[in-house]
């Protein structure tokens, strides 16, 4: 069985801005919402496994609208201090499964047949999760918005801190969406869709 790899996946200002007073600092970007559920669902044959997870820190969760949550169709893990101590074996539809780790997040997807496994913020999960993922999918905003919380990885130019920007014939093989190259504008808002992997 291969190991699980950790896509982290993100949207952030060209300042690496993600969130304003615990929700994100900008509204109206349903395109862009609507990539992130896709990519974040979407399995692929190869995997053979039919779901995805998405985990998230517990502040992340609340920022989700609750008609939203738990997002469908996806496996969702939620780290908080208040986690039970032992897990549940079986998932509730209408239920996150709530852990104290990032480790304990990774044991349990392991356990449970999932194919791909998404880090979905905030901050504080990404700078637990940072060291561990291979491969960042990030939608840069290319405007600037007011942020009091920020994406820890600088990802700049092409090539950044021992991380790559890979092409976009590269993220459309590994996400199944066929970008705009020149990025697109929502809202008076333009931004670009990238996808970073680590170099070996
Ligand atoms: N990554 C990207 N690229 N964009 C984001 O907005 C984003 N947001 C988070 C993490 N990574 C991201 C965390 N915040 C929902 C709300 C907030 C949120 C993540 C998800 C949410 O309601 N998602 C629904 C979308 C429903 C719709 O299409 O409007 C989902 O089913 O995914």
Not at 40 to 49: D, I, L, V
Not at 82 to 94: E, G, I, K, N, Y
């Amino acid at each position: 069985m291969a190991p699980l790899e950790l896509t982290l996946i993100v949207a952030a200002t060209r300042q690496m801005g993600i969130g304003l007073n615990g929700t994100m600092p900008w509204t109206g970007l349903r395109k862009e919402m609507a990539y992130f559920r896709r990519v974040t669902t979407r399995t692929h044959a190869s995997s053979g496994s039919p779901l995805n997870a998405v985990i998230m820190g517990r502040k992340t969760w609340d920022s989700i609208p609750s008609q939203f949550r738990p997002l469908k169709d996806r496996l969702n893990i939620v780290i908080t201090r208040s986690a039970p101590a032992q897990p549940p074996r079986d998932v509730l539809a209408t239920e996150p499964v709530r852990v104290s780790t990032l480790d304990q997040a990774l044991a349990y997807a392991r356990g449970h047949d999932i194919a791909r496994v998404f880090v979905i913020g905030g901050a504080q999960i990404y700078d637990m999760a940072a060291q561990k993922a291979k491969r960042v999918l990030l939608t840069r905003i290319e405007r600037d918005f007011e942020c009091d919380t920020f994406f820890p990885i600088k990802l700049e130019g092409t090539q950044s801190a021992g991380w790559a920007k890979k092409s976009r014939d590269d993220l459309r093989a590994w996400t199944g969406e066929d970008v705009e190259e020149d990025g697109q504008v929502e809202n008076d808002t333009k931004y670009h869709f990238e996808m970073w992997e680590r170099e070996e």
